[in-house]
């Protein structure tokens, strides 16, 4: 059997897998990294989908820095739609915030980026790097030896040693499930349209966040399409719901929704392909061991609401890319628990926030409690009062 070596090898070739091998190609430019997807060849799947379909992803500030630092903002804040101000309601409730990135000040609160875009961009900086890859490459076996661990591929023919396994594959991650690492997964009983839409009036870079019963409309800013505004909708509801939506025609989805949102954004003209996802969080039981840290979704997979997944990821990812700098600076085993259990310590608060913000408030705007409902309006309207909760606010969403 044909056998390579590396230092660190990452399974997973999404957005997440390619950022982390991006920082270590720019902060241990003498590590042999290896990046395992597999799925075919990122430059082979651009072209999949309409460009007025495309799917979006929402970056915060923070976000936007890290970016930088890999060299890649450059190219994606050219084709990215700014949020300069987020306006939070609730269905039928007199409470409302509106927070502008003028309270903070800041150019802007977070961007929104399309898919298919940032893939385009990650693939051609990754053929830039000294990072190796391989594609359509799956692996059969994970084998734990007293130096390395060596992965067996599914091709019969070849096998991978490497002192670091970064697993990065996303949710349920069939890596981790292979070194003993489950995931305890949570069904929030929701699903999840995603599309696009072509709106009547300028968005004038304004996301919303709607809260409705059983669930929640986010609309986000794009860039227009044939000269027309642009903005992505993400609209959470019962599963039952959810059916109903995907099997109504264009016009009654539209009327639906309005009804649901309201008219800030002025009329929905059009609505692009609708796709649904039912809702499931997961955490992994272990993020690291020794030789083994998990990244993205295979570590810990978000509800939607605040839309955090990805940035998330990403400050998890450049706090790991540092830390194994520094132990490579210190001459120290980058594998170790020593520096992984560092890694762990240095996230667990930002994580913990983020994790617990993203469960509490689902629950805490599905119940129908006259009380907890006051509140509700009461929070929203203070805030909307105070420039320094609405700064505090904003902070925490922009990974701040």
Same mark, same amino acid.
């Given at each position: 059997?044909?056998?390579?070596?590396?230092?660190?090898?990452?399974?997973?070739?999404?957005?997440v897998?390619i950022?982390?091998?991006?920082?270590l190609?720019?902060?241990?430019v003498?590590?042999?990294?290896?990046?395992?997807?597999s799925?075919?060849?990122?430059?082979?799947?651009?072209?999949?989908?309409?460009?007025f379909?495309?799917?979006?992803?929402?970056l915060?500030?923070?976000?936007?820095?890290?970016?930088?630092d890999i060299?890649v903002?450059?190219?994606?804040?050219?084709?990215?739609?700014?949020?300069?101000s987020i306006?939070?309601?609730?269905?039928?409730q007199f409470?409302v915030t509106?927070?502008?990135?003028?309270?903070?000040p800041?150019?802007?609160?977070?961007?929104?980026?399309?898919?298919?875009?940032?893939?385009?961009i990650?693939?051609?900086?990754?053929?830039?790097?000294?990072?190796?890859?391989?594609f359509?490459?799956?692996?059969a076996?994970?084998?734990l030896h007293?130096?390395?661990l060596?992965?067996?591929?599914?091709d019969?023919?070849?096998?991978?040693s490497?002192?670091?396994?970064?697993?990065?594959?996303?949710?349920a991650?069939?890596?981790?499930?292979?070194?003993?690492?489950?995931?305890?997964?949570?069904?929030?009983?929701?699903?999840?349209?995603?599309?696009?839409?072509?709106?009547?009036?300028?968005?004038?870079?304004?996301?919303?966040?709607?809260f409705?019963?059983g669930?929640?409309?986010?609309?986000l800013?794009?860039?227009?399409?044939l000269?027309?505004?642009?903005?992505s909708?993400?609209?959470?509801?019962?599963?039952?719901?959810?059916?109903?939506?995907?099997?109504?025609d264009?016009a009654?989805?539209l009327?639906r929704?309005?009804?649901?949102?309201?008219?800030?954004?002025?009329?929905?003209?059009? $609505?692009g392909?609708? /796709? +649904?996802? @039912? =809702?499931?969080?997961? !955490?992994?039981?272990?993020?690291? &061991? %020794?030789?083994v840290?998990?990244?993205?979704?295979?570590?810990?997979?978000?509800?939607?609401?605040?839309?955090?997944g990805?940035?998330?990821?990403?400050?998890?990812?450049e706090?790991?890319?540092?830390?194994?700098?520094?132990?490579?600076?210190?001459?120290?085993?980058?594998?170790?628990m020593?520096?992984?259990?560092?890694?762990?310590?240095?996230?667990?608060?930002?994580?913990?926030?983020?994790?617990?913000?993203?469960?509490?408030?689902?629950q805490?705007?599905?119940?129908?409690s006259y009380? $907890?409902?006051?509140? /509700? +309006?009461? @929070? =929203?309207?203070?805030? !909307?009062?105070?420039?320094?909760? &609405? %700064?505090?606010?904003?902070?925490?969403g922009?990974?701040?």
């Amino acid at each position: 059997m044909k056998k390579t070596n590396y230092d660190c090898v990452i399974v997973g070739g999404g957005m997440v897998g390619i950022s982390f091998a991006l920082m270590l190609a720019r902060q241990c430019v003498n590590m042999r990294v290896l990046l395992l997807e597999s799925k075919p060849d990122l430059s082979a799947q651009q072209n999949e989908e309409c460009i007025f379909d495309a799917r979006t992803t929402a970056l915060s500030f923070k976000s936007a820095l890290i970016l930088e630092d890999i060299d890649v903002w450059n190219l994606l804040r050219k084709q990215s739609a700014e949020i300069a101000s987020i306006h939070v309601s609730t269905l039928g409730q007199f409470g409302v915030t509106r927070i502008n990135s003028s309270d903070i000040p800041v150019e802007a609160l977070g961007y929104v980026v399309e898919n298919h875009t940032m893939r385009a961009i990650f693939a051609e900086k990754l053929a830039q790097s000294n990072i190796s890859s391989r594609f359509s490459s799956k692996i059969a076996k994970v084998e734990l030896h007293e130096r390395a661990l060596e992965l067996v591929l599914e091709d019969g023919g070849s096998a991978i040693s490497t002192q670091l396994l970064i697993i990065a594959d996303g949710a349920a991650s069939e890596t981790a499930q292979q070194v003993g690492i489950h995931a305890l997964v949570r069904d929030h009983q929701q699903s999840a349209i995603v599309a696009n839409l072509t709106l009547e009036k300028e968005h004038r870079d304004a996301a919303y966040e709607r809260f409705i019963r059983g669930g929640s409309i986010a609309l986000l800013p794009m860039s227009p399409y044939l000269g027309k505004p642009r903005a992505s909708l993400v609209w959470i509801q019962s599963n039952d719901e959810t059916k109903m939506m995907m099997r109504a025609d264009d016009a009654s989805f539209l009327v639906r929704l309005q009804d649901q949102f309201g008219y800030r954004a002025g009329l929905f003209s059009a $609505v692009g392909v609708r /796709r +649904n996802y @039912a =809702l499931a969080s997961t !955490e992994a039981e272990e993020q690291a &061991r %020794r030789r083994v840290v998990l990244l993205g979704n295979a570590a810990h997979s978000l509800h939607p609401i605040a839309g955090q997944g990805f940035n998330l990821a990403l400050r998890d990812a450049e706090c790991l890319s540092s830390c194994i700098r520094e132990a490579l600076d210190k001459g120290l085993d980058y594998s170790s628990m020593e520096v992984l259990g560092k890694y762990l310590d240095s996230r667990w608060l930002d994580q913990q926030k983020v994790i617990g913000f993203t469960k509490f408030l689902p629950q805490l705007f599905a119940t129908d409690s006259y009380p $907890v409902g006051i509140g /509700r +309006n009461l @929070a =929203l309207l203070l805030m !909307e009062s105070s420039q320094p909760f &609405r %700064r505090a606010f904003a902070r925490f969403g922009m990974g701040l």
